[in-house]
């Protein structure tokens, strides 16, 4: 039978690189997206691939769809990307994220009980494992008290994934990602930064002080590690903090990038008092990556480097 890889979310962001970074290996690729956020032309050049216009959430639509494929394909790899990726409305309004996020890995789940995948590959976030402060945060770190719903919901994904593939033969494989930039953008503070500063390159509003500091990974780069690690995985459960190899960028050096590519010698940057940007941001995170280097990866990434590689990009994006 023939081979193929589902990927949820796949129109967005990180899944739209993701599916043209897969192509080659699978006889079919298969995305569910219901284009809140993606856009199918992300995908365009992909020739190996079906795509299904709906709401992951939505159990029957989707079941019908995947018991379809069955007959026809091995769903050999699920890569479960959908989720609410704004963090600032889930805040607001705790539906979004139980949906969008818990409720179609639940309904993905049970879509599968049939015939389930030999893989689940799951994009987790650093925000499951809350404010830590100054701490470096491994896999092992604990307990995970996430600060919003959006962390929350990722948490839950994880544990409601993880007690679900014991009456299976399946492989989880659970990556908490940092930051991630490059495009195409949907979202994210390099968007954010620049698409103010189109409108009006007079001044730029941080949201916070500038000084949170995290890490940011290319797209790209996080890509190449997953299809690593997801090779040489030998237990049934596994996680990894995915990183670079530094301990991030300040919002503000961010913030000054941007307006050295969008903004000019007379654009102002404001700051706010407080040291986050809203309810749930969590002000700076240090990873720990030796798990993801004893694993064998041993390329450096750097932050700084990503952002100002990211800015170019996503402004090319905007303007064009
Ligand atoms: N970008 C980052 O920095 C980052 C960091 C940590 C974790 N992640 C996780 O990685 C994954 C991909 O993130 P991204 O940056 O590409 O975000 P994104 O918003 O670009 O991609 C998510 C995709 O899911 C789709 N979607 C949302 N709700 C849906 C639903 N109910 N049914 C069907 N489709 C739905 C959207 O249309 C979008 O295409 C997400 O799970 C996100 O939480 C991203």
Redesign the pocket.
């Known amino acids: 039978m023939k081979k193929a890889a589902l990927i ?9 690189n993701l599916i043209k970074a897969l192509t080659k290996s699978f006889d079919q690729l298969i995305c ?8 199918k032309e992300y995908l365009k050049e992909v020739q190996n691939l079906h795509f299904i216009n ?5 159990y029957n639509e989707i079941k019908r769809h995947i018991d379809q494929l069955q007959t026809q394909f091995e769903i050999d790899e699920v890569w ?7 963090i600032p409305s889930g805040v607001a309004n705790a539906e979004i994220d139980l ?3 818990f409720l ?1 890995s639940h309904a993905l789940c049970k879509c599968f009980e049939k015939i389930p995948p030999k893989k689940i590959i799951f ?5 499951v494992y809350g404010d830590m402060g100054d701490a470096l945060i491994d896999e092992k770190s604990a307990p995970l008290f996430p600060i919003s719903n ?1 962390g929350a919901m ?1 948490l839950a994904s994880e544990a409601y994934l993880s007690a679900w593939i014991e009456k299976t033969k399946s492989k989880l494989i659970i990556f ?6 490059g495009t195409p953008a ?3 503070v390099i968007y954010d930064f620049l698409r103010r500063l189109i409108k009006d390159k007079r001044s730029l509003q941080v949201l916070g002080n500038g000084f949170q500091m995290k890490p940011y990974l290319l ?1 790209d780069d996080l890509i190449q590690i997953m299809i690593f690690l997801k090779s040489n995985i030998k237990n049934k459960r596994e996680v990894f903090n995915i990183g670079p190899s530094d301990a991030g960028v300040f919002v503000k050096d961010i913030a000054k990038t941007a307006c050295e590519i969008a903004g000019d010698s007379e654009t102002t940057i404001n700051y706010e008092d407080n040291d986050r940007g809203w309810i749930g941001d969590v002000p700076k995170f240090k990873y720990d990556i030796r798990k993801l280097q004893q694993a064998g990866w041993s390329k450096e990434l750097s932050s700084i480097k990503a952002i100002k590689i990211a800015t170019k990009q996503i402004f090319n994006q905007l303007k064009n």
């Not at 949820?8 to 739209?16: E, H, K, N, P, R």
């Not at 569910?32 to 856009?39: A, C, E, P, V, W």
């Not at 994009?123 to 925000?127: C, E, G, R």
Request: glycine letters at 12%.
């Open positions: 949820t979310g796949g129109a967005g962001f990180i899944g739209s569910i997206d219901n284009l809140s956020r993606g856009k709906e709401d992951l959430s939505n479960h990307l959908v989720a609410n990726s704004d949906k969008d996020t179609c994009a987790s976030s650093s925000a959006y990722k908490r990602f940092p930051n991630v930039v949907t979202h994210g797209c």
